[in-house]
């Protein structure tokens, strides 16, 4: 899958497993409602092939039971667990003028404070500490990793495409290269 694919793709929940003996589905939504994963239709998986056609479903406790056209069993849902389920960006509402979702992210060119280009936004983690921005720099080489904090990005200008970076003193020395290894102290 290319960088900048040309669908672009939100992870809205994921399946925990079965629920019940009639072949129902657990989906551990990441909405505020979990009802509104039924409303998106077709659930995609992170290549953009379907995953779920969801035909109806109740809420429970942050997630949904729901029946889908492609599980008829438990051990077909049961089988499903862990698989991520994703919606295209355009198929969201547009957030409020001062939100945004993390995947805008992606893509932007991440200028410093003199106005050079830095590189540009390739993905934004999250390994359990914070979302993380990951920058490939414009110069080639390891991608860098970012804490999303107001400190490192105190300015974001999705409109314009780009973002402003004021990296800490451990990404100015390259301690945030390379490996997936990442320095949370400071912070």
């Given at each position: 899958m290319s960088d900048t694919p040309a669908l672009r793709l939100?992870?809205?929940g994921r399946v925990a497993g079965g629920f019940g003996v009639r072949g129902e589905v657990k989906i551990a939504a990441h909405t505020e409602d979990p009802l509104s994963l039924k409303a998106y239709g077709t659930l995609l998986r992170r290549d953009g092939t379907p995953a779920l056609t969801l035909t109806g479903g109740r809420a429970q406790k942050g997630a949904l039971i729901a029946r889908a056209k492609e599980v008829a069993t438990k051990e077909q849902a049961d089988a499903l667990r862990g698989l991520?389920?994703?919606?295209?960006?355009?198929?969201?509402?547009?957030?409020?003028?001062?939100?945004f979702?993390?995947?805008?992210?992606?893509?932007?060119?991440?200028?410093?404070?003199?106005?050079?280009?830095?590189?540009?936004?390739k993905a934004v983690q999250n390994f359990g500490?914070?979302?993380?921005?990951?920058?490939?720099?414009?110069?080639?080489?390891?991608?860098?990793?970012?804490?999303?904090?107001?400190?490192v990005v105190p300015e974001l200008h999705i409109a314009d495409g780009w973002l402003l970076v004021?990296?800490?003193a451990e990404v100015e020395a390259g301690d945030a290269r390379g490996g997936g290894e990442t320095s949370a102290e400071g912070e």
């Open positions: 939100i992870e809205v991520r389920l994703y919606v295209p960006r355009e198929a969201l509402p547009e957030p409020d003028e001062d939100e979702y993390l995947a805008d992210l992606i893509g932007l060119e991440a200028r410093g404070a003199d106005g050079r280009a830095l590189g540009r936004i500490a914070g979302d993380i921005l990951e920058l490939a720099p414009a110069a080639g080489g390891q991608t860098a990793y970012l804490p999303f904090t107001r400190e004021v990296p800490s």
